[in-house]
């Protein structure tokens, strides 16, 4: 049985390699007959066994663009490339034991090669911010899959909202609005647990294979949202919805299924406040809601609600996110939490 402590990890991101080579340092607790990597081609690799009971397992790996994973893609209007990671739920863009819980959580700490005119961003606030190398602070604990980076000639249009370069033009404020107001009704909502992370950085990059992907301290959004800043209802739908992805998989990680459906109950219960009118429990034939395929996972949340009350639903969230914070929760713990 293995424990993970800790993982370090640098990666190479050039726009002009076939792959991404990667540095990933693995502390541990355990004393493992033999270990199973996933990683698609080792370089090299190594075990330091300590005295202490904590060992260190350094691997060297190269990593090829993939559909899910480390992700290049060239803006179709001007020709830039950009490199990012986007792995939810399983595909860990760095070498990591072999488990069938991709939930497992370790802090993270990243070290980034890029070039040096690019903007880079990851999880954590950058300590290292310009030139080749840099540098982010270590992660609270975070599933495997949550490490990211996005990289490039990426365009600040409000203070934590980037865009690719070729959309340097589209006034950000409407997002960075909704990411601020999103995330203050849910501090409210879930009292006394606040914002967990040292920030909320918000970036557009084409061809995310979902429409946004929210990790600790990062949410990608596909460029394809910029397009729909003026809809009001779809916007804050998007946008609200992976803001809960904060404390609803991030900050406390469970089921996929229960992920999924309490981000839209509590994206919902947003726009139910911030947009009289707007029937966010409604996907309204002519303006289908952007999270609809989760429409399976919200009626099983709904079904709790209609059995035991919106006040206890919430209470029981709660309950769970102060008690078990950076941590991952069974579907048991929730029965318990939620009784019939």
């Given at each position: ?118 903007t880079c961003l990851s999880n954590g ?183 035991i009350g919106r006040p206890a639903v ?27």
């Amino acid at each position: 049985m293995i424990a993970v402590d800790s993982y370090d990890l640098a990666w190479h991101l050039d726009p002009s390699a076939p792959d991404v080579k990667t540095r990933t340092t693995v502390r541990f607790r355990g004393s493992p007959e033999h270990v199973d990597l996933t990683v698609p081609e080792i370089l090299s690799a190594s075990l330091n066994v300590r005295s202490d009971g904590l060992d260190e397992l350094r691997v060297e790996a190269a990593f090829p663009f993939a559909e899910r994973g480390f992700r290049r893609v060239t803006d179709p209007v001007d020709g830039q490339v950009y490199l990012y990671a986007a792995n939810y739920p399983d595909v860990p863009p760095h070498a990591r034991w072999h488990s069938d819980d991709p939930w497992l959580r370790a802090p993270v700490a990243l070290t980034v090669t890029v070039p040096p005119s690019w903007t880079c961003l990851s999880n954590g606030p950058a300590v290292i911010d310009a030139g080749e190398i840099r540098t982010f602070t270590p992660t609270a604990p975070i599933a495997s899959f949550a490490a990211t980076a996005a990289a490039g000639p990426f365009v600040r249009v409000h203070e934590s909202v980037y865009v690719p370069r070729s959309r340097a033009s589209v006034d950000g404020a409407a997002v960075g609005d909704l990411i601020a107001r999103s995330i203050a009704f849910y501090e409210g909502l879930l009292v006394p647990y606040p914002y967990p992370y040292p920030k909320c950085d918000a970036v557009f990059v084409h061809g995310l294979p979902s429409l946004a992907l929210s990790v600790a301290g990062l949410i990608l959004f596909d460029q394809a949202v910029l397009d729909r800043l003026d809809e009001p209802r779809y916007l804050m739908t998007v946008v609200s919805h992976e803001v809960a992805h904060v404390w609803a998989g991030n900050l406390l990680g469970t089921s996929s299924w229960l992920v999924e459906g309490l981000a839209v109950y509590l994206s919902r219960l947003f726009v139910e406040q911030a947009l009289p009118g707007s029937r966010p429990w409604d996907d309204l034939p002519d303006h289908p809601l952007p999270d609809r395929p989760y429409a399976p996972h919200l009626a099983r949340v709904l079904a709790v609600e209609s059995r035991i009350g919106r006040p206890a639903v919430l209470h029981g969230l709660r309950t769970l996110m102060t008690n078990l914070a950076h941590h991952n929760a069974t579907e048991a713990d929730f029965a318990t939490h939620w009784p019939t």
